[in-house]
């Protein structure tokens, strides 16, 4: 019995993102808001040291590792 519901809609082509638009490196700098921001936290000053030291520690690598 297939576990996919009949009703599902599949995507379609001009309703998939484009793979270009689907990596986090821009070529720009990733700021310790953009850090805070892919965590889904909030803009505090606490998160924002966060994402500080977590930038000063691993470059701007480090918000690879936190999207996919």
Do not use: C, Y
Not at 2 to 29: C, I, W
């Amino acid at each position: 019995m297939p576990t996919s519901q009949s009703g599902a809609a599949r995507p379609t082509p001009d309703r998939v993102t484009p793979d270009k638009l689907l990596h986090t490196r821009t070529g720009t700098e990733v700021s310790p808001e953009d850090m805070v921001l892919a965590t889904g936290r909030d803009l505090t000053p606490r998160n924002l040291e966060w994402a500080r030291r977590k930038l000063a520690e691993e470059g701007p690598s480090a918000i690879e590792k936190l999207l996919p």
